[in-house]
């Protein structure tokens, strides 16, 4: 079986591992599962050949065997199911770390998104200052919620599972904003994903990519596996 | 089995069926499985109880035989794997609607949650009518391409499944704004989704439990189960 996801052929981050393509490189990773990558310039999220991936023109998407999809959470998801070591085996447990998939993304993720939104997309308004305190608000509430439901806890359920490794993902993106230096917990936890094998793997993949010199060929993965020529 | 479900004792929306619970009533309906609704006053949304239950105190949960779980989407999936009728059999078929569930909550309904939170929440602020049109557009943008993928199809890809569901519901916020009188096949897709029976028993439902008189006792369900008295 040949898997190939998309990413940016320069990520906007310049390589801090937060477009997402990352979390598949991730999942891929902890399950063994070698892949290709087909980097998308810019210039192309939006054309139909992209569009035909992902109707919403973005990164990553994920090919397999004349399968194609979409979506970080799905495509997490879709390795999850298919290979052993991102969800419990007791029907139960897994359930419950599915939920954590959706609980990062649609309950999580949204409000610190809007920091990016604040910031920088809306960054030269005049109502940037004092908007921006209310979002931090927002972010910090579920902040408070998500540590108070870990506790001492290593991950958010037992085994380490895909609930965590999309949460870990999804709080990686305040790492710049200070708001993890001011809980402990949840900043021990982060670590203890990133410090994952799989993760440092994940990492260094997506950063050889956005960090080699312009023109160069694509760097080949560190691991199994070569970035594709394909879409170049 | 016994399934039970939270909703608000009373939803802020007084009955359009916005309130997520609305979804796992449409889900439980199109699978035939009978339900109670444990009612959760506003007061107790945050109180420990209901946060064993949902670490964020938001409604719908769902319990079943010693699992809890939270968040819509899970719930809806938890819902569609153990019951036919709301994923296809066909393996890739199922990947690809998992997907539209993670995309409508994800990509779709992220923008759209901000009109909310812009006319709303934020409804007062000095900025209200700048920002508008800056969220109106990055909503318009989502739906254009959710046009064009949809096309003259009557689902998102193929039969009626637990993503046109998902989506369907995320679109249904837009009804008061306008939006989809501009975009007349996501209006019909989204009328598609309402004229099925099984949404029409979900919102009475919901509808019963939402206009009931002050004081008056939890209403009986239209169809199979009653309203749990539990929580209230």
């Known amino acids: 079986m040949t898997v190939t996801i998309t990413a940016f052929d320069r990520s ?20 063994g599962q070698p892949y290709e990558v087909r980097l998308v310039p810019w210039a192309e999220m939006k054309q139909p050949e992209h569009l035909a991936r992902n109707p919403f023109g973005q ?7 004349g399968l194609t999809l979409f979506e970080t959470g799905s495509i997490v998801f879709h390795i999850a199911e298919r290979h052993p070591g991102l969800l419990p085996a ?7 770390a599915i939920t954590w998939i959706f609980a990062a993304l649609s309950t999580v993720e949204p409000p ?23 979002v931090e608000a927002r972010i910090r509430n579920r902040l408070d919620q998500l540590t108070a439901r870990l506790g001492d806890a290593e991950w958010l359920d037992g085994a380490f599972s895909a609930g965590d490794l999309i ?5 990686l993106r305040l790492k710049p904003s200070g708001f993890l230096a001011t809980l402990p917990k949840l900043a021990a936890y982060v670590a203890r994903g ?39």
């Open 194 to 232: 990133e410090a994952r094998p799989a993760y440092q793997r994940a990492f260094a993949a997506q950063l050889a990519v956005n960090t080699r010199p312009a023109d160069s060929p694509p760097c080949p993965r560190p691991t199994a596996g070569l970035v594709s020529a394909q879409g170049l």
């Open 12 to 31: 906007p981050d310049g390589g801090k591992g937060l477009a997402r393509d990352t979390r598949v490189r991730w999942a891929l990773e902890e399950v």
């Open 90 to 96: 007791d029907a139960d447990a897994r359930a419950r």
């Open 167 to 171: 949460m870990v993902s999804v709080l």
């Open 112 to 134: 610190i998104l809007e920091l990016v939104t604040t910031k920088i997309v809306e960054g030269d308004k005049p109502w940037r200052d004092d908007r921006l305190p209310l």
């Open 59 to 65: 990164i990553p998407t994920y090919e397999e065997d």
